[in-house]
């Protein structure tokens, strides 16, 4: 981070804000807002000045910076254009240790002002640290957009009902799950159609009725993360990973994908490179199990879909097994995934009618899939798995019917920024994939749809953006 986000107390503190422009006028609106005592100096202020709320804690000093004017003051705004006069301001109220910030001005700041999204006493603050006003500002809005505004008497309303709760029930556990459920519920719901009364009630009865349960169980999200790319996540992924008190992923898990999670939860790696199990899957399985009956939320982050090629049936048996309750979420899964980022459509009517998906992992030199019904016309395959078994596969296929040249591709990190996309034929394929040096994860596409990549890529993978990278799994 290049910047400290924190949140300061200045109720009742002297501000000091230099200059009487209407940005001046904005600036002395915040710390009015946040309860300072503010003091302008200018030699006339703006017109927005004499509307802002608080004015009986607002100040004018008539006339121009003078370093005597910090004799007092917690906190400096300046808003002058001459940028020589703020930085005089700015060296003044560095001497003195003053947190200052100088309008438009980074390099003369101490600390900087972010744009803020107030559904107080919930306040949400964003900034690019200069790098990008414009995306920020940008994000804000969205937010703004996403949260309702009454989410602030939301949190007003459970800030008078804490104690209440707290001498309901003893243990935090609890305290999180009642609340979770209140936030969720019909008294958030009547909340924000504005029956804050009801709400009130509603939530006294809930508090007075609910009986804390003495059983400790946790839960499990089984999420599917997706190919890499964290903009593929779903909005229940999201949620559930942004909730859980545990994480438990695997090697194919992103780094972006896993920084979606919920900061402060414990981040448990499992492993599971191509014969490197970190963790054997009866491991897995009971840790999940031990996790959730020590009263965890458990988020089980899998790479794609949990239930393609991810183990996640077995997982969830085991839970069943020992009455954990758990969810599914489904993920975008690798085969969907790298095809809309590769551009090669797995269906196509003039192409392919069908689309099977199978693994390709080599057991003993070979792979014991059924051949016959791979090698048809009209059908795209997508082998999971298969970057070590390429040539066997391609030697198969055409043994068993399908041409030399039928068009197939490899691609090698689908999604992300480092996704590379190799295409051939049958018989040339292992061949390219070689000389490219191509690492896991990859994903290998056979059939003519993989002609249409040239005319339909539409990706354009960069290096820079290292967060989207996905680490490599068996290839
Ligand atoms: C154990 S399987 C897990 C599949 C996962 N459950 C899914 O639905 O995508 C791992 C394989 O998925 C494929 N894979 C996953 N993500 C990929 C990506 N971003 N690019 C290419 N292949 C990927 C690779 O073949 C990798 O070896």
Redesign the pocket.
């Known amino acids: 981070m290049d910047f400290l986000p924190i949140f300061v107390d200045i109720r009742g503190k002297h501000c000091l804000v230099v200059g009487g422009s209407d940005v001046a006028a904005r600036k002395a609106s915040l710390l009015l807002n946040a309860g300072a005592k503010v003091t302008v100096v200018a030699p006339e202020l703006a017109a927005p000045f004499k509307d802002l709320p608080g004015q009986e804690r607002l100040q004018h000093r008539i006339g121009s910076f003078d370093p005597t004017l910090l004799d007092g003051v917690e906190l400096v705004m300046c808003a002058l254009e001459d940028k020589n006069a703020a930085r005089i301001v700015a060296d003044a109220a560095k001497a003195r240790h003053l947190p200052v910030n100088v309008v438009d001005t980074p390099e003369l700041c101490s600390f900087i002002m972010p744009s803020i999204i107030d559904r107080s006493p919930i306040l949400i603050a964003i900034t690019s640290g200069g790098a990008s006003p414009v995306l920020a500002r940008m994000l804000r809005a969205r937010l703004e957009s996403m949260i309702p505004s009454a989410y602030g008497r939301l949190s007003a309303l459970a800030a008078q009902f804490r104690d209440k709760v707290k001498a309901k029930f003893s243990r935090s556990e609890n305290r999180r799950m009642f609340w979770e459920k209140v936030f969720q519920g019909p008294v958030a719901e009547m909340v924000f159609a504005g029956q804050d009364k009801a709400a009130a009630e509603v939530l006294e009865s809930l508090i007075a009725n609910e009986i804390e349960p003495d059983t400790n169980m946790g839960e499990v999200y089984l999420v599917?993360g997706g190919?890499?790319n964290p903009d593929l996540l779903t909005f229940r992924a999201l949620r559930l990973m942004q909730q859980a008190d545990v994480v438990v992923y695997d090697n194919?898990v992103s780094p972006g994908v896993l920084e979606m999670s919920r900061r402060d939860a414990d981040r448990i790696y499992v492993g599971?490179k191509r014969d490197n199990h970190a963790l054997p899957q009866e491991g897995i399985n009971e840790l999940l199990v031990r996790l959730a009956k020590e009263g965890k939320r458990v988020l089980r982050l899998?790479?794609?879909?949990?239930f393609?090629?991810?183990r996640g049936g077995e997982e969830i048996e085991t839970l069943a097994a020992n009455k954990v309750p758990f969810q599914v979420v489904p993920?975008i899964?690798?085969?969907s995934?790298?095809a809309s980022y590769a551009g090669i459509p797995l269906t196509h009517r003039e192409h392919a009618q069908a689309c099977v998906f199978v693994t390709g992992h080599l057991k003993d030199g070979t792979m014991n899939l059924d051949w016959d019904m791979l090698a048809r016309p009209h059908q795209t395959i997508v082998i999971?798995?298969?970057l070590h078994g390429l040539p066997v596969l391609c030697e198969k296929l055409i043994a068993h019917g399908l041409t030399k040249d039928t068009p197939a591709a490899i691609?090698?990190?689908?999604?992300?920024s480092k996704q590379r996309v190799v295409t051939g034929t049958l018989s040339t394929l292992p061949g390219i994939a070689a000389e490219a040096k191509l690492h896991?994860?990859?994903?290998i596409i056979v059939g003519t749809v993989v002609t249409l990549h040239e005319k339909l890529k539409w990706f354009n993978p960069k290096e820079s953006q290292d967060l989207l990278d996905?680490a490599p799994?068996?290839?």
């Not at 899998?302 to 949990?306: E, M």
């Open positions: 599917g190919p890499g194919l599971k899998k790479g794609g879909d949990p393609i090629f991810g993920g899964t690798a085969a995934g790298v999971y798995m298969g691609v090698q990190q689908g999604t992300t896991a994860p990859t994903l996905a799994l068996e290839g």
